[in-house]
């Protein structure tokens, strides 16, 4: 089992910051990928990063690439989202999850993930 708390959400004009944080507990941490995934009102959830359980390979949504970066730190247990120049559009419930069957390599379905947190809410004005 895995248990993932996110916090960091909030509410932000465009063009500003937010950096979401996710602490993972149960496993060892370092052991397993991990990832984020967002929902707006009325859409599916997608795939917005993922980062290899040692930290050296990550990957991104087009939609966020140059915007967000994803990071770990195994020492801390928690995964960080930097979310840089946000836009209305990102405006979302951010989900942070554990694809436990994966160490160096990065899934960006849906399927691949076992473990999901709660959702922290990110909402940007314009």
């Known amino acids: 089992q895995v248990q993932l708390v996110e916090s960091g959400g909030g509410v932000v004009q465009a063009g500003g910051s937010l950096r979401l944080s996710c602490a993972a507990s149960?496993?060892?941490?370092?052991?397993?990928?991990m990832g984020w995934f967002r929902q707006a009102p009325g859409k599916e959830r997608e795939f917005v990063a993922a980062i290899s359980a040692s930290g050296r390979n990550t990957y991104y949504a087009d939609f966020v690439k140059g915007r967000v970066t994803i990071s770990r730190d195994n020492a801390k247990n928690t995964v960080y989202l930097q979310m840089n120049s946000l836009k209305p559009e990102d405006t979302a419930v951010y989900y942070c999850?554990?694809?436990?069957?994966?160490?160096?390599?990065?899934?960006?379905?849906?399927?691949?993930?076992?473990?999901w947190g709660q959702g922290t809410q990110v909402t940007v004005s314009s």
């Open positions: 999850t554990a694809d436990i069957n994966k160490s160096d390599f990065i899934a960006t379905s849906i399927r691949d993930y076992d473990y």
């Open positions: 149960g496993r060892t941490f370092s052991s397993y990928a």
